[in-house]
């Protein structure tokens, strides 16, 4: 059960904003559109994993940037703005809000930010600690 309703959600200072199939059925909800636009206006940092990036384009926040998502929502993402620089192919960009591909990818785009936070020795640790090789480095 959630401990918040859209209301009373307390300020998020990084906003991620997870992927899936459920995504499709938010684009058209108004309510949650308006949360995300809300909380990205607030947040130091605006992430998405998976299809979650297409909650961001439909409100605008990717405008003019390059961004990625899954493979099999690329299309859709295009569709929903075409200032959009849709990146094929690769895992994670930055341009501002970090988007990341598949659910895998999500992994490095966790690791881009703490680089981005933290710097690249925290990541390296990080990764080493857990045995995770991320695959980052050249789309960041």
């Given at each position: 059960?959630?401990?918040?309703?859209?209301?009373?959600?307390?300020?998020i200072d990084i906003l991620?904003?997870?992927?899936?199939?459920?995504?499709?059925?938010?684009?058209?909800?108004?309510?949650?559109?308006?949360?995300?636009?809300?909380?990205?206006?607030?947040?130091?940092?605006?992430?998405?994993?998976?299809?979650?990036?297409?909650?961001?384009?439909?409100?605008?926040?990717?405008?003019?940037?390059?961004?990625?998502?899954?493979?099999?929502?690329?299309?859709?993402?295009?569709?929903?703005?075409?200032?959009?620089?849709?990146?094929?192919?690769?895992?994670?960009?930055?341009?501002?809000?970090?988007?990341?591909?598949?659910?895998?990818?999500?992994?490095?785009?966790?690791?881009?930010?703490?680089?981005?936070?933290h710097g690249p020795e925290?990541?390296?640790?990080?990764?080493?600690?857990?045995?995770?090789?991320?695959?980052?480095?050249?789309?960041?």
């Open positions: 059960m959630p401990s918040y309703s859209w209301d009373t959600a307390p300020p991620v904003i997870p992927g899936g199939f459920g995504t499709r059925g938010l684009l058209g909800d108004a309510a949650a559109l308006a949360w995300i636009r809300d909380a990205a206006s607030r947040a130091s940092l605006v992430t998405s994993v998976c299809s979650g990036a297409l909650l961001l384009a439909q409100n605008g926040l990717l405008r003019g940037r390059r961004a990625t998502t899954h493979w099999a929502a690329l299309d859709l993402l295009a569709s929903l703005d075409a200032t959009i620089d849709v990146q094929r192919g690769v895992r994670v960009v930055s341009d501002t809000i970090v988007t990341s591909a598949g659910v895998s990818a999500g992994m490095d785009m966790a690791f881009a930010v703490v680089e981005k936070l925290v990541a390296r640790e990080t990764a080493h600690y857990i045995e995770y090789v991320p695959q980052y480095q050249d789309t960041v």
